[in-house]
């Protein structure tokens, strides 16, 4: 009669003595009386922990066996606390008649119990089951939601998965061809997954990490393999720029609008000059005019030239230099105006424009005088002009295309952020379908 | 009954008492089941061989509960499919009783309370049935018709020799525990919380090989 | 900080918009030619001032 308490060292693996009815390999049981069923890593077959003879539970008939990237017996240092790799299962569901697997290692300590890392593609996450029943919410979005732990998770995708191959051992009776409804909810980096059949249902929440952060931990030989695709609770890696980076935007915005706000209010923007002649053809008349001397105040500042002509189909080319009296400086430019329109059988048009307006800038303070040398199309004898000027007057263009030129890099980061989560949704039931698709889910409606 | 040395009925073995207010307890040499009656011990029966367990509780393990302390003095054993789970008796500092539940080293802590209104027959009962006490919104996740396997230890109750034990689980959205035990003719309401193994700063527990 | 570049960008922006705002730039400024020593006769005479911006036509002025 065993003692009705035990030793107080429970024993190890139970290496001596046990072995496979089958094959006769022996098996290591790691999980001392949690284990309920033991693959034989020969044969594969199911056994039964429990029983005294291990009773072949389930034969293996395939003959494809698969190479695991965590070998079982593994150890390692896993959030404080240290883990064994005891058991492995392949789980296996159908999209459009095509098969994709994801993987599930078994981690035991026998003080705190199991967790679970799954991988797919290259994908790791950190696994365990959870016992506070998450809550359905009324979703703000088009999809399902429940809650937990405070954290509102979307439902990514429903599969039907069956058990198709396994190794090591487990605190259940395990079963190839074992089928659960798995339902996917996610909020990245978290998962909220819940596993059901008619008589249960069991759910796990999780966290996505980096592969190698697991090759470390557990001191997995080679390297851990290079994720493929997006993963539906793969954290961004843009999302946490986004609502920094939009900030400073708006911080960078706003202070160019004061400062735009500035530049306006400061200048002074004051006419010096304003005339309007009327220049008439003649054969012996001088053309150049100088006009009376104005003061430009201030440093260093820009000056207005806009110039107005009465042009019909015609045009007209100002030759002006502005001459500092005192100083002999002259700016010498020539401005040109042209205008035409018509009627033709779209409707009138017009081409060109009749003033123009032209901004010079870092002009010395002083008195000045302009000397203006209007030339017009040959054959039109007389047209009225209007010269003005303007001292220190505030520009727009370089506040619109700096402003224009913040937004480009927060913009960016949007759309990529954006281009991301598309690859992400791409996977689950909500992406856009190409063809017909029956995810072949069988325990009814999704709610 | 304040004595807290006692000799067993059956085997005159000595019997130390961790609690002084244990209604049962079974002698660890004869495992016989003793129960107190004034003045002696009374022998009521036998434990069978308990099934070989994992659990890294013992009697005698210590812990604390929300701050209190409290230390494991006895335990009931269940089992259902393949698999076995244990019923922990804690006893605290100023004498109440809890329970743990260890079942698959997923730890619930739970304390018998008198329901608000008559509990329901088990036969009644389905998963998602839901239930409010004590502020709490319950929903039933489990149905077990599990087996009564042993006892050990210092219980506050007579129990031993259980044939069927059903058990209903019930739980809440924030981490609540409930069990209504239906293996005595009353069936008994617990209610607490599920509690992870470092919440407990447990000590004196057991050591297995090739593991700290 | 979790966008340095960003920073440093919107940074060079403001300064350049502070400095043209400051230096009244326009965007689109018309291209001068400068000329030194114009001598005051112009004021008088402004036909004899030559300007290279002699337009479409030929040369014209006296001699």
Redesign the interface.
């Known amino acids: 009669m065993t003692p009705a308490s035990s030793e107080s060292t429970i024993r190890g693996s139970r290496v001596k003595g046990l072995n496979c009815p089958g094959c006769g390999a022996a098996l290591t049981v790691r999980g001392f009386e949690h284990t309920i069923s033991v693959v034989c890593p020969q044969c594969l077959a199911i056994l039964s922990a429990k029983d005294p003879d291990l009773q072949i539970l389930q034969k293996f008939a395939d003959n494809t066996r698969i190479t695991l990237l965590i070998p079982l017996g593994s150890r390692g240092k896993w959030k404080g606390t240290d883990y064994e790799v005891i058991g492995f299962q392949r789980r296996t569901f159908e999209v459009d008649d095509t098969e994709y697997s994801w993987s599930e290692y078994l981690l035991f300590n026998p003080y705190k119990g199991f967790r679970y890392f799954t991988e797919y593609q290259g994908h790791w996450n950190d696994v365990h089951t959870v016992r506070a029943l998450p809550q359905p919410v009324r979703s703000a979005v088009s999809k399902a939601q429940v809650r937990h732990n405070g954290v509102a998770y979307t439902h990514f995708s429903t599969a039907q998965a069956r058990t198709s191959y396994v190794l090591g051992e487990f605190p259940w009776q395990v079963q190839r061809g074992e089928s659960f409804a798995v339902r996917d909810y996610v909020a990245p980096p978290l998962i909220l997954s819940s596993e059901s059949n008619v008589s249960e249902i069991t759910w796990s929440a999780g966290e996505y990490v980096d592969g190698r952060e697991i090759w470390s931990a557990f001191k997995v030989p080679g390297t851990a393999p290079r994720p493929v695709g997006v993963f539906l609770n793969q954290p961004s890696p843009y999302a946490a720029r986004m609502g920094s980076i939009w900030g400073l935007c708006g911080l960078f915005l706003f202070l160019a609008v004061l400062v735009a706000i500035a530049g306006f209010a400061l200048a002074s923007n004051k006419e010096v000059f304003s005339d309007h002649y009327r220049y008439t053809a003649g054969p012996e008349k001088e053309p150049s005019f100088v006009t009376p001397v104005f003061q430009l105040d201030g440093g260093s500042s820009n000056i207005e030239v806009y110039t107005h002509a009465d042009l019909a189909n015609n045009w007209a080319y100002f030759s002006y230099a502005l001459i500092n009296e005192e100083t002999g400086q002259a700016y010498d430019f020539g401005r040109e105006l042209s205008y035409y329109s018509g009627y033709d059988s779209d409707g009138s048009w017009t081409e060109g424009s009749n003033s123009d307006t032209v901004t010079l800038s870092s002009i010395p303070g002083g008195r000045y005088y302009l000397r203006v040398e209007p030339e017009v199309a040959p054959g039109l004898q007389s047209m009225g002009y209007s010269i003005r000027l303007r001292r220190d007057v505030p520009g727009f263009g370089y506040f619109a295309v700096i402003f224009v030129l913040l937004l480009i890099p927060p913009a960016f980061a949007t759309f990529q952020r954006f281009g991301f989560e598309q690859r992400r949704w791409a996977e689950s039931d909500y992406a856009p379908v190409k063809e017909e698709a029956d995810d072949g889910v069988t325990d009814g409606s999704d709610d | 009954m304040s004595e807290r040395v006692a000799n067993c009925p059956n085997c005159g073995a000595q019997i130390k008492f961790l609690w002084s207010s244990a209604i049962q307890t079974t002698c660890e040499y004869c495992h016989s089941i003793l129960v107190r009656r004034d003045v002696d011990l009374e022998r009521v029966g036998v434990v069978a061989d308990l099934p070989p367990d994992s659990s890294p509780l013992q009697i005698s393990s210590e812990g604390k509960y929300q701050g209190k302390p409290f230390v494991v003095v006895g335990r009931i054993v269940y089992s259902y499919g393949l698999g076995a789970w244990n019923e922990w008796h804690l006893m605290f500092t100023d004498s109440t009783s809890g329970w743990l539940s260890d079942a698959q080293l997923e730890y619930d802590i739970s304390f018998l309370t008198v329901p608000p209104a008559p509990l329901a027959g088990f036969e009644a009962l389905v998963c998602g049935n839901r239930f409010q006490w004590n502020g709490g919104d319950y929903t039933i996740t489990s149905i077990t018709r599990a087996r009564y396997r042993g006892v050990q230890g210092e219980l506050p109750f007579e129990y031993w020799d259980k044939s069927e034990a059903p058990f209903v689980d019930l739980r809440t959205v924030d981490g609540r525990f409930g069990t209504i035990d239906y293996s005595d003719e009353k069936p008994l309401l617990f209610l607490g919380e599920s509690v992870e193994f470092d919440d407990l700063s447990l000590k004196n527990l057991r050591e297995f090989e090739g593991w700290r | 900080m ?2 340095p ?3 440093l ?2 940074a060079a ?2 300064a ?3 400095w ?21 006769s ?2 008088d005479n ?2 004899a ?1 030559r ?7 030929r040369y ?3 001699k």
Do not use: A, H
Request: aromatic content about 14%; proline content about 6%; glycine content about 18%.
């Open positions: 979790r966008n570049m960003y920073l960008y919107g922006l403001l350049v918009l502070g043209t705002s400051y230096n009244r730039t326009p965007l689109f400024g018309g291209s001068v030619n400068e000329v030194k020593n114009i001598p005051k112009v004021r402004p036909g001032y300007s290279i911006y002699g337009g479409y036509s014209v002025g006296g």
